[in-house]
């Protein structure tokens, strides 16, 4: 039982480039989210899922795009990249709206 | 949307005395209280919860205490120790878009 993992731990992204974070979740939750961390803001969140074909936007979308095809995965896309992104991202998952558990962090710098 | 405020931003305290941490919530909607613990470099970790029919609830060295009414619950941690270093961070959740988080709090741990 893994729990919550994402892919990559570290990535260095020119300006301009687009990505995609993976997250996946072996738990059966139907609730994911996607978040960003900035030193001093704490975790704000990016978009969520409530379940396989439904997302929603969080506190802070712009730039970012999610899907949801299926119940374990939930990626992030960074359509194009600007230094304003560069930010450790968090996924977590969650049986209801409640408690949350999440995956190891991706460090993102746009250079 | 609901607006967490969390403070101290930093808290030092000396080996062994307790610690507080205070948030307040906009929302009186919100219904659901977790605590997270975050190491550096590390995933935030659930320590505790509360639900909103619940005054308060404690784990050990670690309590939780909700003011519905005044809108504000806060963190206590007694008999402090070198492992309770980390960054922690209240949060609130009632409404569809899951966790809201406060902006965090580093607490350090004098020997």
């Known amino acids: 039982n893994a729990g919550v993992t994402q892919t990559p731990k570290f990535q260095v992204l020119k300006t301009g480039q687009s990505m995609t974070l993976q997250c996946a979740q072996d738990?059966?939750?139907?609730?994911m989210s996607w978040y960003r961390q900035d030193p001093g803001m704490g975790l704000r969140l990016i978009h969520y899922s409530v379940g396989a074909g439904i997302t929603d936007q969080g506190e802070v979308p712009n730039g970012y795009n999610v899907s949801r095809s299926t119940t374990e995965d939930f990626p992030l896309r960074l359509l194009s990249a600007a230094p304003s992104q560069t930010s450790v991202y968090f996924c977590?998952?969650?049986?209801?709206?409640?408690?949350?558990?999440f995956g190891q962090g991706t460090r993102l710098t746009v250079v | 949307g609901e607006n967490v405020e969390q403070h101290p931003s930093t808290l030092s305290v000396q080996e062994g005395d307790s610690a507080v941490i205070k948030c307040t919530y906009s929302?009186?909607?919100?219904?659901?209280f977790p605590w997270y613990k975050q190491e550096l470099g590390k995933r935030p970790q659930l320590i505790i919860d509360?639900?909103?029919?619940?005054g308060e609830k404690k784990d050990q060295r670690i309590a939780v205490t909700l003011n519905k009414t005044a809108k504000h619950f806060s963190l206590h941690i007694t008999e402090t120790q070198p492992e309770d270093s980390a960054v922690y961070f209240c949060?609130?959740?009632?409404?569809?878009?899951?966790?809201?988080f406060g902006k965090g709090t580093h607490l350090i741990i004098q020997p």
């Open positions: 929302d009186s909607a919100s219904n659901y």
């Open positions: 977590a998952s969650s049986a209801g709206r409640k408690k949350a558990f």
């Open positions: 738990m059966n939750h139907e609730y």
């Open positions: 949060a609130a959740s009632g409404g569809a878009d899951g966790l809201t």
């Open positions: 509360i639900r909103s029919n619940v």
